[in-house]
């Protein structure tokens, strides 16, 4: 009997642990990504965009290309921002408990509004980037979205797990 709790205990610490290591690389992903100098970020972006507004349009114009970057660029903020509070709701999940669930999730948004914050706010001292306040909106929309599917995911198992029983 003993022997089981120590198991369940090693298993749940092990989780805890590489839940809150995977965060921590997604952060540091982040703030790779959020930190390229101005340059960088437009030239890869924009080389991605004439790839793929070539083989949509054929012949792209530059203000096709142009539209594909911005996309590119909403794209990537709401997934990565996706992947963020996802991540980040599962860690407080696994690590808070029981009626502290609801605390882990709010702080879990809390953290993921701070991040979408201060990764643009910090943009500011890059050379060739800005801060840009639709770019925190779109961040925080893409953690939320995160946020929302994780919760939505724990009800939905504890529902079919319900009526399995």
């Known amino acids: 009997m003993k022997q089981g709790r120590h198991t369940k205990l090693w298993l749940e610490l092990t989780v805890i642990a590489a839940s809150v290591a995977a965060l921590m690389m997604l952060v540091y992903f982040v703030m790779i990504v959020s930190f390229q100098n101005g340059v960088q970020s437009t030239n890869a972006t924009m080389r991605l965009a004439g790839y793929i507004a ?94 929302i599917c994780m919760v939505g995911s724990y009800f939905l198992n504890r529902l079919l797990v319900k009526l399995s029983d």
């Open 54 to 147: 070539a083989s949509i349009y054929g012949q792209p114009t530059d203000v096709q290309i142009e539209a594909v970057s911005l996309m590119i660029r909403y794209g990537a903020h709401l997934a990565l921002f996706f992947a963020v509070g996802l991540v980040t709701t599962f860690v407080s999940m696994v690590v808070c408990r029981r009626i502290f669930r609801i605390a882990g999730i709010v702080l879990s948004g809390v953290l993921c509004y701070i991040l979408a914050y201060y990764t643009e706010y910090f943009k500011q001292f890059i050379e060739g980037r800005h801060f840009q306040m639709s770019d925190v909106a779109l961040n925080w929309y893409g953690s939320l979205a995160g946020i």
